[in-house]
């Protein structure tokens, strides 16, 4: 879902007024925020800044790095 | 993978332009010791770290440098904003105008350009580590050495924010380097590194 939002930001940089991308890059965004929000809640935290941490400890230094996976 | 913030990270302002100024703190953007090589210093170390608290804190000082590099770029373009060729030529840096005119190069404050020799990567954790903290010593001082050169209230503003940086992450540096230390004196260690999975 990342990749859409990102395909359409590009696309948007080059055609700011076109109604139709502007309404999909919008749906796409809000999927993206309710995917990011469940897995931060059952795995751990994909952005050090701008969210919330557990409260009982910091996992962004402990679930694996992606060229880990 | 990286997300772009529309905003700096401290305000950055100029009282007028200074091209003279520009030309000197142009090494904080391509120099040895500028935001530039510290960034991909730290982000190229982190894949050598031996724990998940060495790997965030490489990823995320190298990260905080990176908008230490807009805030270099930003403070040369205000220095040289609305500058024609003679104000260039005034200040000593017509060659600047010559290859580049308003357009942003990495160089040093003597014009050589940046090159990936200005950044270490040994594998060693300990090595790495103190190469870090050695370099955040020298863009501190590069720094002091910055703020001595202008009279620019506003840019000794900025410029008195990004020395303070280079000691907070100096400082997380060195309390990394006691945490990696520990780490590898740990006798589990010795049996390999494989034996933690």
Known sequence: ?69 | MWIYEKKMEHPVRVSCPDVGFAKLVITQYGGPDGELSASLRYLNQRYSMPTGAAKALLTDIGTEELAHVEMIAAMVYKLTEGADPEDFKAAGWGGQYAQHNHGLFWTDANGVPWAAKYIACLGDPITDLTEDMAAEQKARSTYEHLIQLTNDPLVKDTLRFLWQREVVHFQRFGEMLDIVQQHMNNPHMWNGCCMEK
């Open chain 1, 1 to 69: 879902m990342e990749f859409i939002v990102i395909e359409l930001n590009l696309y948007l940089d080059t055609h700011p007024c076109d109604e139709d991308a502007l309404h999909d890059y919008n749906c796409a965004v809000k999927m993206f925020e309710k995917y990011v929000k469940e897995y931060q809640e059952r795995c751990a935290m994909m952005f050090a800044q701008g969210c919330c941490a557990k409260t009982d400890c910091w996992d962004w230094v402990e679930a694996p790095w992606p060229w880990e996976l």
